[in-house]
C-alpha cells in the first residue's frame, strides 16, 4: 500500500512538472522570439518596455510607426498615413514585402490565445498604403479546416510573402470546444485573384516554411 502511494505521488509529480516545465519553457521561448506568427516579422514595441520603435520597409523608404493608441505608415520620415488597426502593444508584429510594396501587421483583439487577424496592405498610387480584405478571403476557405461547435473563427498571421502571393497560418482556436484545437494549416493567397490558391497541411509548414515559422508554433 505504501509503495502503491508512493507510486501515485511520483506520478502526480511528474505529470506536474511535464505541464508546468512546457508552460515555464513556451513563456521563456516567448520572451526570446524576434516574432509571434512570423519569424519575417518585427515587434511594433520592445520586448518588455512596450516602447514603440520604427519598423523600415527594405528600402528605406516607409515606416510603420506605433504610439500606444495610433499607428500608421510614414514615407521618408514626413507623410504620414493613419492606418484603420487596433494598437495592443504586447501582441502585434509587422511583416514587410521584400520589394517594400505591401506590409502585415499581425495582431491580437484580445490575448496571447487570440482572436488573431492580420491587416494587409499594399503601397497604392501615390505611396498610398492600400488596404487588403483578408477575412473575406480566409475565413470561407478556412471553415472545413475548423472541426468546432459552436462554430469558431481561426487565428491567422501572414508567414510571409511570396512574390505576388502571401503565406498565411491558420490556427485552430485552442479552445475545448474545437477537436482539433491548435492544429495549423497553411493558405498561399494570391494578392491578384484575392482567391487560395493552395493549402499546407501542418507537417508540410512545419518542414517546408519551418524558416518562417516562429514561436506561435513552438
Given amino acids: 500500500m505504501h509503495q502503491s502511494k508512493s507510486l501515485a505521488s511520483a506520478a502526480l509529480a511528474f505529470l506536474f512538472f511535464i505541464h508546468f516545465g512546457k508552460a515555464f519553457a513556451s ?14 516579422a518585427e515587434k511594433s514595441f ?21 504610439t500606444t493608441k495610433t ?17 495592443n502593444p504586447a501582441l502585434m508584429e509587422v511583416v514587410w514585402n521584400n ?19 492580420p491587416k494587409l496592405f499594399t503601397i497604392g498610387p501615390g ?10 478571403i480566409l475565413d470561407q476557405a478556412s471553415k472545413k479546416y ?3 461547435s459552436p462554430e469558431e473563427e481561426a487565428n491567422w498571421g501572414v508567414l510571409t510573402w511570396l512574390r505576388g502571393d502571401i503565406l498565411v497560418a491558420a490556427e485552430v482556436p ?26 499546407f497541411s501542418e507537417k508540410t509548414l512545419r518542414t517546408k516554411w519551418k524558416e518562417v515559422l516562429e514561436c506561435r508554433f513552438y
Fill in 27 to 40: 513563456d521563456a521561448m516567448q520572451n526570446h522570439c524576434e516574432g509571434i506568427f512570423s519569424a519575417k
Fill in 46 to 66: 520592445s520586448e518588455g518596455e512596450l516602447t514603440p520603435k520604427d519598423i523600415w520597409s527594405p528600402n528605406g523608404q516607409f515606416s510603420i510607426k506605433a
Fill in 71 to 87: 499607428i500608421s505608415m510614414q514615407k521618408n520620415g514626413e507623410q504620414d498615413f493613419p492606418l484603420n488597426v487596433l494598437v
Fill in 99 to 117: 520589394n517594400s510594396q505591401g506590409f502585415a501587421i499581425n495582431l491580437s483583439d484580445g490575448g496571447l490565445v487570440g482572436t488573431w487577424e
Fill in 127 to 136: 505611396d498610398v498604403p492600400v488596404e487588403v480584405d483578408l477575412r473575406a
Fill in 146 to 148: 475548423l472541426r468546432c
Fill in 174 to 199: 485552442p479552445h475545448s470546444s474545437c477537436k482539433n484545437m491548435g492544429q495549423f494549416f497553411g493558405f498561399r493567397v494570391s494578392l491578384k485573384s484575392k482567391k487560395v490558391i493552395e493549402v
